[in-house]
């Protein structure tokens, strides 16, 4: 009887030894600090995996034969495939992972075309998203976090990534304000595109929309000390209009402001500060010269402050209207005429 009592009070421990097998039996290897391997191109490539990574991870009941499935013996076969995160991750899955149509947006983004094509290079979820430590985006952890976004970017984008972290955008992320536009607000998440693609949102039509989100939100830019005036003004301009006509070579925000280079108009590497204006305008404009620094840009013509403009379209406004009035008026007039002398003679 006691036999039998100790193997039933052996039986969790057998459960949790051969349910924690797998990964201790991976541990063997993957756990030690130095364990790589020599890629194709004579890179080192790191194969460490910390022994708490996914006990830590939004995949805390996972094993690593959940998701490395053509896994299956110790040692393991060279040359596995890459993990697939959609045999868990899409619409309709058992696993009670998140259903979101994001990997479809993934293969029709620029970065899922290049996967496609053989690019190895080309991200996938991991290389964004993490592989074993992976934690949710509102976690400091991620790397999915606003403030880990430039440096996730930045490990692909070398170049961009400098730009932007010298720039006001960049600086004032860095400083703590959450509000501020990182790469995803401005290029997308799953669904990043071409620029020169019409569905991209920084396509050159779509840019002023694009930085209308943040620059049109006295809640985002007040703080900061701008005003909303600017999309408002753009909007009524003759490039304003010409982009909403479908024109791509109109002037943009990015046209003049720059893209990942932005910078205060009082900073003299700016590309509208008063001394750069002649040679930003000049890219459209070869006459420019350092008259056009004089002027204001972004002119509000509702505004008195807009001097000769207000006024001068405030005089067409009233004008419009007192003509349009004084045309109804004569309208009313003569068919009350009309409509006397009718009734006169009937009678």
Known sequence: MKRWLLCFALIPIG???ALAAPVQKCEICHAKPNFHVVGADSVRVSLHVPPDSLAQSVHPRHECTDCHRDVVEIPHQPGLQRVDCTSCHYIGNLAGAPELPVYD?????????AA??????APLCQNCHGAHNIHPPQSAESPLHRQNIPDLCGRCHLEIYSHYTHSIHGKLLKEGHDSTPTCTDCHGEHTIASPLA????VFSANIPETCGHCHAAETIVGPAGLTTEQVESYTESFHGIASQFGSTTAANCASCHGAHDILPPTDPESLVHP??????CGKCHPQANANWAKGKIHVNAKSPEAGIIYYVASFFKWLTI??????????????SKRLLGHRKGNH
Not at 105 to 113: D, N, P, T
Not at 198 to 201: D, N, Y
Not at 275 to 280: D, G, L, V
Not at 322 to 335: A, P, Q, S, W, Y
């Open 15 to 17: 459960l949790t030894v």
């Open 105 to 113: 947006q993934y293969r029709e983004s620029v970065h899922g075309q």
């Open 116 to 121: 496609r094509s053989g690019n190895r290079k």
């Open 198 to 201: 019409p569905s991209s949102q």
């Open 275 to 280: 001394a750069n204006i002649p040679k930003t």
């Open 322 to 335: 007192l003509t349009l009035v004084g045309l109804i008026g004569n309208i009313i007039l003569d068919l």
